[in-house]
């Protein structure tokens, strides 16, 4: 494994720009002056970083946002936060982390040496009181490696991010191990296949916690159309479960096109009303995976004041953010159901033209049911109302 620290870099002044938001009173910016040369460089949230030849992704912005906020309410809460980032990149995810929400220390590791200079580079730009001071230390090492040296050595982290590639399950049992008690993961996944329960025998977040002796719970779940990438803040604490029924199986009847949730003790009884409750050939079963809520909105509300607050919701530009946080609450009302409704499926089901989403959330409403749009797609809804209730509402609202 390869070490760097700010002390192996010369002493040349590296660009930080002034940013309006919150920022360690700790850290030194450092001059502005020849930032970057012979380089391209970008900003995000006003800090300006080099991306070298590493795999960037602007689009991923919004979660580095979320995993800020999240940071920084652990670090407000606790009183201090220690970040592993093990796939770190250009590094911009670990200088947001020092910069924004005031880490303590981040350790920015990243297989590839080659990207070694331009993460020193980045998170120059932020120096400790003192030369025997080290608010982050970079690592060229397999992420699984370096999570298991930490354990090894008793050095437990307060959040770890893992921004891999694929299937996460590769990398859970590694960073639960090197993770503080009531401590953040922060998982990503661009294999929804697996995350989504087609692949029994790869171990959920949920499972493989279990087998721990762990339970974690979802903060957030967040999903963006690039990649596809999702992404869940997990809390992690020692014991089971408080209770089963967040876990369990879902159904999906491509007949009449209802879902349904069902736990361990009724795999024998999944069937559909549309077949009188019979097994039919019609019904496609995925998991053992989470069935409960994906969110947690106390702690949402917590995130949107914070970035409301830090201002990162009042631009025009910016308010995609604060609309994203505002519909991850609404999705967090307790009556809401597992998945959502597309309302392209049920103008399809209906054979009529796709209803207006505004007029459909207010007939539901009025018909007593819970409704709220969905962040995943632009036009689907999240309501505890089966696809034949909305077909018949469809079709109601088409007459007038």
């Not at 409750?277 to 069935?291: E, N």
Request: with cysteine; glycine share 8%.
């Amino acid at each position: 494994m390869i070490i760097l620290s700010a002390k192996t870099l010369s002493s040349s002044p590296f660009l930080l720009l002034s940013s309006p938001y919150p920022q360690n009173p700790n850290s030194k910016p450092v001059s502005a002056s020849q930032a970057f040369p012979e380089s391209e460089y970008r900003t995000e949230r006003g800090l300006t970083f080099d991306t070298g030849d590493s795999f960037f992704r602007p689009e991923s912005a919004t979660g580095r946002d979320l995993g800020v906020l999240a940071a920084s309410l652990y670090k407000k809460s606790k009183g201090g936060i220690r970040i592993l980032d093990a796939m770190c990149g250009c590094g911009i995810r670990s200088l947001r982390y020092l910069v924004e929400a005031e880490a303590d220390f981040v350790l920015a590791n990243d297989a590839n040496e080659d990207y070694g200079r331009t993460i020193l580079e980045n998170l120059s730009q932020v120096l400790g009181d003192s030369e025997e001071e080290r608010r982050w230390v970079v690592t060229h090492s397999d992420a699984n490696r370096v999570m298991t040296e930490c354990y090894l050595r008793r050095d437990f982290y307060d959040l770890i991010d893992v921004d891999s590639f694929g299937s996460e399950s590769s990398f859970l049992r590694s960073a639960y191990n090197a993770l503080k008690l009531d401590g953040l993961f922060y998982i990503t996944s661009t294999d929804g296949y697996s995350s989504g329960g087609h692949r029994p025998y790869h171990r959920g977040a949920l499972r493989e916690a279990s087998v721990l002796g762990y339970r974690v719970t979802p903060l957030f779940s967040y999903y963006s159309y690039h990649g596809p990438v999702f992404r869940v803040m997990l809390r992690m604490n020692r014991g089971k479960l408080p209770e089963n029924r967040n876990y369990g199986f879902i159904s999906y009847c491509t007949e009449c096109g209802n879902s349904q949730a069902f736990l361990w003790n009724e795999l024998g009884q999944i069937g559909c009303p549309c077949n009188e409750a019979k097994v039919s050939r019609s019904l496609i079963v995925s998991g053992p995976l989470w069935i409960g809520p994906l969110h947690d909105a106390a702690y949402l509300t917590e995130m949107l004041n914070l970035a409301e607050q830090w201002g990162w919701t009042s631009n025009e530009s910016e308010t995609h953010l604060g609309k994203l946080l505002k519909q991850m609450i609404e999705e967090s009302d307790p009556k809401l159901p597992f998945g959502y409704i597309k309302l392209d499926e049920v103008a399809s089901r209906a054979k009529i033209n796709s209803p207006p989403l505004r007029t459909m959330m207010s007939a539901l409403h009025k018909e007593g049911y819970a409704v709220s749009r969905s962040h995943i797609a632009s036009n689907a809804i999240k309501t505890n109302c089966q696809m034949t209730q909305c077909i018949r509402i469809a079709k109601e609202l088409q007459r007038f």
